[in-house]
């Protein structure tokens, strides 16, 4: 057995604290598993005197990067310092020092991922990245390994805790935007800035990672369509549920005819669509594959402890291949020529929540409008909303219809002098893997 294999842990924060605690917890299995024991060598920090919990006691502390990418006696780095720079930095210089990585970074692998495995392959290095996406959950192996028979047609996920916290509450206890995000913040499920999660910023970095993976070509977070939370109302959930929906942020990538459309947005799914009972902080994945069909892969999509089980298995893979002295495999390939879809061209059914006056003669008009954009009607709520009885809330679902003409039939909408709002716009998924 080789006496041990150094790590060099790149954040010490909560996932890196985990980390820490994990590896000295399973000191044994890892050993077992792997060959060899692995220890902490160095671990880097911004601030080495900031005050740390006891799981720093005992690690060797630095606010140098180079204590760790220039020492010849540390193979594996293991980034958990988040954003894109300097981690980005850092990971490409631990590559070309000719380290192993694991990074549980997604920002830096759905901005740079192809670039950095393409990079490592060619150092001969492993550059693994399974904690990137949900968590504890085990997606990026199944993706690249025991799925690699598949042509992969759909991804469909919730891979964003904190919001999937936030419209679980909304919808079960009838909570408005602002209340359950205050409350997610206190709960120290969402950052004091939640954009990233709330705009659907860090599940497109994900969806990115995941539509990459899954098609083999690359999809940049940039090429995801994206809308946020924020716009829902408890008016939303209450019409979902008379409707027999749920509402979820869905990340979801399909590839049609060599085109792929990317987006994370809410979404009306029936109640009885897998994901539809995915509540809470828990995430899940559910792939379409030729020869598998359906698989789907659930879990806590984030926290120390289930992201140090991700971080850990991408561990004992290259502490193994070091032990046994293996080649890394081959990166995926990035290599189908297809194209990125709009959201323009979607074609799915909608739900449109409108404020217009209750007078005779709107509905018509609003069915003109709708209509002359072939937007045909599925179904129609209409209910008072003022005792006065002058204003009324109309909701529509519609059948089957694109984006671009729902997006410029509701633009007429908000023009005609009877509809005072358009108050949302959410896109419904009926298909069912
Ligand atoms: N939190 C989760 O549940 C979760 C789940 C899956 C993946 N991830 C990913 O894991 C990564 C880490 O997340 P986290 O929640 O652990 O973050 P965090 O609590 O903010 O910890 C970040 C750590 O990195 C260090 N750091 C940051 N910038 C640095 C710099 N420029 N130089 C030196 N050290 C620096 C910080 O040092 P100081 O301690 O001195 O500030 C801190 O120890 C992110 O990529 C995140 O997306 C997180």
């Known amino acids: 057995m080789a006496d041990h294999i150094s790590i ?4 010490l924060g909560v996932i890196g604290a985990g980390v820490a605690t994990a590896v000295r917890e399973q000191a044994h299995t890892l050993a077992q598993r792997i060959g060899a024991p692995v220890r902490i060598d160095r671990a880097l920090v911004r601030d080495v005197r900031s005050r740390r919990s006891a799981v720093a006691e005992g690690l060797s502390l630095t606010a140098d990067a180079d204590d ?3 020492n010849p006696n540390i193979p594996l780095v293991i980034e958990v310092m988040g954003g894109e720079y300097p981690a980005y930095d850092h990971i490409s210089a631990a590559i070309a020092a000719g380290k192993h990585v694991v990074t549980a970074n997604k920002e830096v692998m759905a901005k740079h991922g192809p670039e950095l495995l393409r990079a490592a392959a060619d150092k001969g290095v492993m550059l693994r990245f399974e904690a990137s996406v949900g968590g504890g959950i085990p997606i990026i ?4 390994d025991d799925l690699a028979a598949n042509d992969i047609s759909a991804v469909n996920a919730i891979i964003n805790g904190t919001t999937n916290y936030m419209l679980t509450r909304m919808a079960t206890d009838g909570l408005d935007y602002a209340t359950v995000l205050r409350e997610a913040q206190e709960l120290g499920y969402a950052e004091p800035d939640p954009a990233a999660d709330v705009d659907g910023v860090d599940a497109a970095f994900k969806l990115a ?4 993976l899954a098609f083999r070509t690359v999809v940049r977070d940039t090429d995801v369509f994206r809308e946020g939370i924020s716009r829902l109302a408890p008016e939303d959930f209450w019409y979902a549920e008379e409707l027999g929906y749920v509402i979820k942020l869905l990340a979801t ?4 005819d060599g085109r792929v459309l990317a987006r994370v947005h809410p979404a009306f799914l029936p109640i009885s669509h897998p994901l539809a009972k995915v509540d809470g902080v828990y995430n899940a994945v559910e792939l379409e594959g030729d020869l598998v069909d359906w698989a789907m892969f659930q879990g806590p ?5 289930p992201t140090a089980s991700a971080i850990l298995a991408d561990v004992v893979a290259i502490g193994r291949a070091i032990v046994g002295g293996v080649r890394p495999a081959q990166p995926p390939l990035f290599d189908e020529a297809l194209t990125i879809e709009t959201v323009d061209n979607l074609e799915t059914k909608y739900y449109i929540r409108l404020r217009a006056s209750d007078r005779p003669g709107v509905m018509a008009q609003v069915t003109q409008v709708l209509g002359d954009l072939d937007v045909s009607l599925a179904s129609v ?5 003022d005792e006065s009885g002058k204003a009324a809330e109309i909701v529509i679902t519609t059948h089957v219809a694109r984006e671009a003409d729902v997006q410029q039939a509701l633009k007429q909408l908000s023009t005609l002098d009877s509809v005072d709002e358009v108050s949302n716009l959410i896109r419904v998924e009926e298909r069912i893997a």
């Open 381 to 385: 709520i209409q209910k008072e909303v």
């Open 8 to 11: 060099g842990l790149m954040g």
């Open 209 to 212: 990672i995941l539509a990459s």
């Open 68 to 70: 760790i990418l220039k």
């Open 141 to 144: 192996g199944p993706l690249l």
């Open 301 to 305: 999509g984030a926290g120390a402890r």
């Open 253 to 256: 990538a399909r590839q049609t």
